[in-house]
């Protein structure tokens, strides 16, 4: 812990003092956003149950790709229809909503410092950090690739404002650091320079056993205190349209075991790997995570788990993908009414497609924000700092945010 960030732990969040007795930084003190108001739910009841009703049409009928072997043993053992020539799971709606059923509606991380400890669902919300953007930027040096000095820096400020409540994982790639250890370094980063809420990457089993092990050892808890509840979470991403991959099921699977939560979230973006209607795409964004979160409560009934929304769209002439947008805001809204459907806490982003912290990455980050908190999100990921569709992190921007 740095001379910077102590203060703000060892007193509970109030301002720190400079020399001359003026604040450092005027923030409100620790604490998570609560809904007072009623979710904006753009679907009626019936307009609801029809998307309901097509992604488990998808799920029937279609069917998911599952890219690792131990998934689909699990799922054919549990009844559902694997093809033996490929690698689709076609699984049936009851057999889908008995296991959506027995994931809780709400829990709560508690990282090394209980202090930090966030409340996920219900109608709470809590804000993490930018997260996996290759490059960083800021208006002295410019745009460059990810390095470790500013990977830490970044975890400074995740730290310091009382408004961000979660690191979502890296908050830029440390490319400086070898792959082979970069997970080491950069979760022993994470839990000396923050004591707040920490991610791990699923992206094969040495980096998800390595980083869990870190974070009990960093928490003073035995194998069993860290399995008995929450301390810690990763987010996996299916590959669109209607697969999920190998590394990313392994390290869901690896979590689940050990009682970690898993934020589920399809990334379709309608008129690329979704359909071009937002119907389409959130029947398919469901699918998907109804998909995973089956095999999830199949390996460890009760486990933690997270809807995870980020549907957008792109931008038909380039092909870009677009954030902020009127599509955004509505998919947002009508994913939280799906989550409170299916009694799972859900997870957005706020995102935009702007290139430096100007009016266009104002605008576009207060629209997503205002799509997912009218909706009623319980976990906002990328938060703070994100640029470029998510391909910089900008030290700028996460102070404006």
Known sequence: MNEQTRPARRRGGRRRRTTNDRPALEQLPWKQLRYVDPPTEPLDEEGLERVHDGAMRILEEIGIDFLNDEARAILKSAGCDVDPESSRVRMDRALVMEQVDKAPGEFVITPR?????????????????VASPPNVTDLDRGRRVGN????????????VFNCIHFNAGYPVEPVDIHAS???????YDLLTLTDKVVHAYSLGPERVNDAMEMVRMAAGLSGDEFEASPRMFTNINSSSPLKHDWPMLDGAMRMARRGQPVVVAPFTLAGAMAPVTLAGALAQQNAECLAAIVLLQIVKPGVPVVFGAFTSNVDMKSGAPAFGTPEYMRAMQISGQLARRYGLPWRGSSANAANSPDGQAVWESVFSLWGVTSGHVNMVMHAAGWLEGGLVASFEKFVMD
Do not use: E
């Not at 209980?114 to 993490?128: K, M, Q």
């Not at 470790?148 to 975890?155: E, H, P």
């Open 113 to 129: 410092n209980p202090d930090r400890s966030i409340r996920i669902g219900g109608n709470t919300a809590a804000f993490g950090s």
């Open 148 to 159: 470790r000095s500013d990977f830490q820096d970044l975890l400074k400020l995740t730290q």
């Open 181 to 187: 250890v970069r997970h080491l370094d950069g979760m």
